[in-house]
Each structure stands twice: as structure tokens, then as C-alpha cells.
């Protein structure tokens, strides 16, 4: 079975930072990956999909690089909206998502 | 524009049949181009895909190890919506569920989530 590993946890940052999250799979995905965000209460809304493809709609401060195994998503310069839980999600074999990251106001 | 919209009773006792619906609109279950899905959330599991169903000439259904002796996903055309059925739950199975349609097996619409608590 394909597993997941996000990483960090939690991330504590400031508005303007540049800020990076990654995703291992434990077995090649291709480019098969997305990254979601979330909000307490709220779905996880998509935000990069094919591992590096912005969806429609979302700022371009975010991007997401990376193949194969290793994956990151990065964010320019954080602002205030972008303080939320992150999600990556393998879709190469079925779906798995990672355990999230958690950026918090430093 | 999709929009889905969940319902389902928010609470289940143990040992029984967790059933939640899923209402489309804006496409149709029936389309070549989309899988429907079940994901839920909880604090201990994380988000944990499911499973979906998906025409493509005909009805194609995918589990998650995890549930697939539990789980059945129905779509239901004449209504132009799907289901999720799981058998025999535990407080375990106690989670945010939502339902969702993917693009390309990204999952680009959500539903509104439902709270399912799993009590006696």
C-alpha cells in the first residue's frame, strides 16, 4: 500500500514568509497529487492538482513542484486568508491523503 | 456550476448502518468525465478516502481497504444522486463525512460535510 508522510505537523509563521510543505509517498506517484486547503468547519477546497497545475481561482502566491515521490507545496509570500490546515493527496492508486500541516500565526 | 448537497440522519447506533445521500446538481451522476466519492474526517484518522462510483459504459465502483467490507456506494440516477451505505459501525466510524466529485480524480466539489456520531 502507498502511504503518505506530510511534513511538518505544524508550521508557525508570519505574514509575508515564504512557506513550504512537503509530501513523501512511499512508492512513485508520477505526477499524480494534489494539495488542498482547510478551514475549521469548512470542505477542503483544491488548490493545486497534477502535483504543480494552480487551479482556476487560486492566488498565484501558491505553487506546488515535484515527482515520482517527493512533493512540495510553497507559498510566496504568506497572508492572512492562507492560515489554515494543508492536505496533499496521492490519486495514482485509488486516494490517500497525508496527515496535514497546520500553519499557525507566529 | 456542481453543487452537492448532503443528508443523513447525524446519528447512528452502534452495530447498525450508517446511510447518508449525496443530491447533484449542476451535472449529472450519469456523466463520462466524473467519479463521485465518500471521504470523512475525524481527529484520530485524518481525511480517509472511502470509495466512489463512476460510468464509464457501465458502473464502476472503488473501495478503500479499510471499509470495503462495509462500504457500498450506489448511484441513483432517476434522482441524480449516489449514497454510501456502511454496515455494522462503531464509535470509530464517529466522523465528519462529505461527499465529493473529482475532475481527473482530483476532488474539485465538495459537499457541505455531515457530522455522523456513532452512539448507543
Known amino acids: 500500500d502507498i502511504q503518505m508522510t506530510q511534513s511538518p505537523s505544524t508550521l508557525s509563521a508570519s505574514v509575508g514568509d515564504r512557506v513550504t510543505i512537503t509530501c513523501r509517498a512511499s512508492?512513485?506517484?508520477?505526477?499524480?497529487l494534489a494539495w488542498y486547503q482547510q478551514k475549521p468547519g469548512k470542505a477542503p477546497k483544491l488548490l493545486i492538482y497534477?502535483?504543480?497545475s494552480l487551479e482556476s481561482g487560486v492566488p498565484s502566491r501558491f505553487s506546488g513542484s515535484g515527482s515520482g515521490t517527493e512533493f512540495t507545496l510553497t507559498i510566496s509570500s504568506l497572508q492572512p486568508d492562507d492560515f489554515a490546515t494543508y492536505y496533499c493527496?496521492?490519486?495514482?492508486?485509488?486516494?490517500?491523503f497525508g496527515q496535514g500541516t497546520k500553519v499557525e500565526i507566529k | 456550476q456542481v453543487q452537492l448537497q448532503q443528508s443523513g440522519p447525524g446519528l447512528v447506533k452502534p452495530s447498525q448502518t450508517l446511510s447518508l445521500t449525496c443530491a447533484i446538481s449542476?451535472?449529472?451522476?450519469?456523466?463520462?468525465?466524473?467519479?463521485w466519492n465518500w471521504i470523512r474526517q475525524s481527529p484520530s484518522r485524518g481525511l480517509e478516502w472511502l470509495g466512489r462510483t463512476y460510468y464509464r459504459s457501465k458502473w464502476y465502483n472503488d473501495y478503500a481497504v479499510s471499509v470495503k467490507s462495509r462500504i457500498t456506494i450506489n448511484p441513483d440516477t432517476s434522482k441524480n444522486q449516489f449514497s454510501l451505505q456502511l454496515n455494522s459501525v462503531t464509535p470509530e466510524d464517529t466522523a465528519v463525512y462529505y461527499c465529493?466529485?473529482?475532475?481527473?480524480?482530483?476532488?474539485?466539489?465538495w459537499g457541505q460535510g455531515t457530522l455522523v456520531t456513532v452512539s448507543s
Open positions: 465529493a466529485r473529482d475532475r481527473q480524480w482530483e476532488l474539485l466539489y
Open positions: 449542476g451535472d449529472s451522476v450519469s456523466s463520462h468525465s466524473a467519479a
Open positions: 497534477k502535483a504543480s
Open positions: 512508492q512513485s506517484i508520477s505526477s499524480w
Open positions: 493527496q496521492q490519486y495514482n492508486t485509488y486516494s490517500l
